[in-house]
């Protein structure tokens, strides 16, 4: 081949090349308003509210579900790389008053999953966005979630951790101080496990928590009372069943999920 053809052949790439770096880059500056205004389906359960930027960098003030807000102050950034891993991916950020968000979301092959997320938020707050609008608990929720895999609808793979930060039963006349809790989540062939202990508190806890992959789950979980606990506690964990020899409450469950 001659130098002239080889000199044709690199200025046609070089063209093609320019035109679809330009066709790319007009496309993600497409308003994210309007493409949401087009394909909204007219009978969604989800409404967007305040949505900014373009869609592939942009915001929204708040997401309602059912008339239910469920995140406010929302930020994405679309990761164009991850599809070569076959998944579409966002980066996710915010959260306002509800909880604070951190991480990658991203679905395609291999299910939906969660990568590097960090979120934090009170214990009441979250739980009425999930659709829960009574628990009888209070305190603080976080977690660093390094990998969380759904497949086929179900929970597949889960790598991270999990804290409750002075968790208070409130059915009291005056809230039962509980304490700090810690779940360590991995996952093996045969389950996924959390261990779970009590890093400060009242009350020292112990234990497991596993999800099969029939979906089959165990809680097994050790629970005593530390010196000096005030009597409403000694109370309330003895609603448990009577003490082992070493004085720690059982709390035992098994079930399936739907």
Do not use: C
């Amino acid at each position: 081949m001659t130098t002239t053809a080889n000199a044709a052949i690199s200025r046609k790439v070089v063209i093609l090349l320019g035109v679809a770096v330009f066709s790319l880059t007009l496309i993600s500056q497409v308003p994210a308003a309007l493409l949401y205004s087009v394909f909204k389906p007219k009978e969604s359960p989800l409404l967007v509210h305040g949505l900014q930027g373009a869609w592939s960098a942009g915001s929204v003030s708040g997401l309602s579900l059912n008339g239910r807000l469920v995140a406010q102050d929302l930020h994405w950034q679309f990761k164009p790389l991850q599809l070569l891993l076959g998944r579409a991916a966002l980066q996710l950020s915010g959260g306002g008053q509800i909880a604070t968000l951190d991480g990658r979301l991203a679905a395609g092959l291999g299910g939906q999953r969660l990568d590097r997320f960090r979120f934090a938020g009170g214990i009441k707050s979250i739980a009425a966005a999930a659709g829960y609008a009574f628990v009888p608990v209070d305190g603080r929720a976080g977690g660093e979630i390094a990998k969380l895999i759904f497949k086929k609808g179900q929970l597949n793979f889960v790598e991270g951790s999990l804290d409750l930060k002075s968790l208070a039963w409130t059915l009291a006349r005056d809230p039962l101080l509980l304490g700090d809790f810690h779940a360590e989540i991995t996952t093996a062939p045969e389950a996924i496990t959390a261990t779970i202990t009590s890093p400060a508190g009242p009350l020292e806890a112990n234990g497991t928590a596993r999800l099969s992959p029939d979906q089959s789950y165990e809680v097994d979980i050790l629970l005593k009372p530390k010196p000096g606990s005030s009597d409403m506690l000694l109370n309330y964990v003895r609603t448990l069943g009577a003490p082992d020899p070493e004085g720690f409450y059982h709390l035992r469950q098994r079930g399936q999920l739907k």
